[in-house]
């Protein structure tokens, strides 16, 4: 399977599909941390996702992907859409940050790039966002001890033709 893993310096996700022999790159505007530049392009995510394009890995290789991508797993930043930064976008009750509000919607904007991307299989992660930016319901609610971690970490995941992960401890 062809793989773009968006916004990913560690290469954590990126690693995991190489390790079951699939053909993935991570895509972050950091270098990555993850000690593969082989599978790494430094850049913006966006000139990727609709597939038919040539990319240079940080190993300085070029590489062609034909066609669109199998799937896109995304992380996109949350910063500006995040419920915990909402303490930021209403800094007095009943008044929002318009700065911080126009980052929003532009971060909003950029979450629905990855959503809308034309790819079959689609998978984009991000924590509780505020109610103000206006994100879809999620697909599916994970926690780390639904998998077996003693944490717990909401995480929301928005997905196209992909099933929910289910809790397997």
């Known amino acids: ?3 773009l893993v968006a916004c990913e310096e ?4 990126c690693k995991a599909f190489r390790l079951y022999g699939h053909r993935a790159f991570s895509c972050d ?11 790494h392009v430094r850049g913006d995510a ?10 240079i890995t940080q190993d300085g290789k070029n590489h062609r992907q034909e066609g669109e991508w199998d799937l896109i797993v995304a992380h996109p930043p949350c910063t500006y859409m995040s419920k915990a930064g ?3 976008m209403y800094p007095k009750a009943g008044s929002i940050d318009p700065d911080r509000y126009a980052k929003a919607l532009e971060a909003r904007e950029f979450f629905f790039r990855f959503l809308n991307a034309k ?3 689609i998978a984009v992660e ?6 103000t930016v206006g994100l879809p319901d999620p697909d599916c609610v994970v926690q780390p001890y ?7 970490k909401k995480t929301l995941l928005w997905l196209k033709n992909l099933p929910p992960l289910t809790p397997t401890d």
């Open 1 to 3: 399977m062809r793989v």
């Open 10 to 13: 560690s290469q954590t996700v």
């Open 29 to 39: 505007l950091q270098e990555c941390s993850g000690g593969r530049p082989e599978w």
């Open 46 to 55: 966006l000139s990727l996702i609709d597939g038919d394009c040539t990319f």
């Open 86 to 88: 909402a303490r930021w």
């Open 119 to 121: 790819c079959d299989r």
């Open 126 to 131: 991000n924590p509780q966002p505020l109610k």
């Open 146 to 152: 639904h998998h077996g971690d003693p944490f717990s």
